[in-house]
Nanobody, 121 residues
C-alpha cells in the first residue's frame, strides 16, 4: 500500500515563504513524475509544478519565478518552496506521485491528503 504524506502548510503573511514536503512510503518500485496541485474554494484543482525523476521541472505561469519544486529520489520525497506568497495563493495544496508499486504493475497516480496554505494580506 502506498501513502503520500504532506507537511509544511500553514498561515503566512503576504510576501512570506513556506516549504511543503511530501513523502511517499509503502511498496514502491519506481517513481516517474512528482509534483503539486492546488485547489482554492469553489475552483478546480490546478497543476502548479512537476519534477521528473531526472530533475526536469515545469511550472504554471502563476507560480513561475516564485515557487521551486524539487525532489530527493533516495527519500521518495518531493518539495515545494514557495516564496513571495500572495493572498491568491491561498488554497489546499496536494502532492502527487506517478509510480509503479511493483515491477509487474502499471504506473498509477497517487495523491497526498492535502495541506492548507493561507496567505494573509
Amino acid at each position: 500500500q502506498v501513502q503520500l504524506v504532506e507537511s509544511g502548510g500553514g498561515l503566512v503573511q503576504a510576501g512570506g515563504s513556506l516549504r511543503l514536503s511530501c513523502a511517499a512510503s509503502g511498496t514502491i518500485f519506481s517513481i516517474n513524475n512528482m509534483g503539486w496541485y492546488r485547489q482554492a474554494p469553489g475552483k478546480q484543482r490546478d497543476l502548479l509544478a512537476t519534477v521528473s525523476r531526472g530533475g526536469a521541472t515545469n511550472y504554471a505561469d502563476s507560480v513561475k519565478g516564485r515557487f521551486t519544486v524539487s525532489r530527493d529520489n533516495a527519500k521518495n520525497t518531493v518539495y515545494l518552496q514557495m516564496n513571495s506568497l500572495k493572498p491568491d495563493d491561498t488554497a489546499v495544496y496536494y502532492c502527487y506521485a506517478n509510480l509503479r508499486a511493483t515491477i509487474g504493475e502499471n504506473f498509477y497516480t497517487y495523491w497526498g491528503q492535502g495541506t492548507q496554505v493561507t496567505v494573509s494580506s
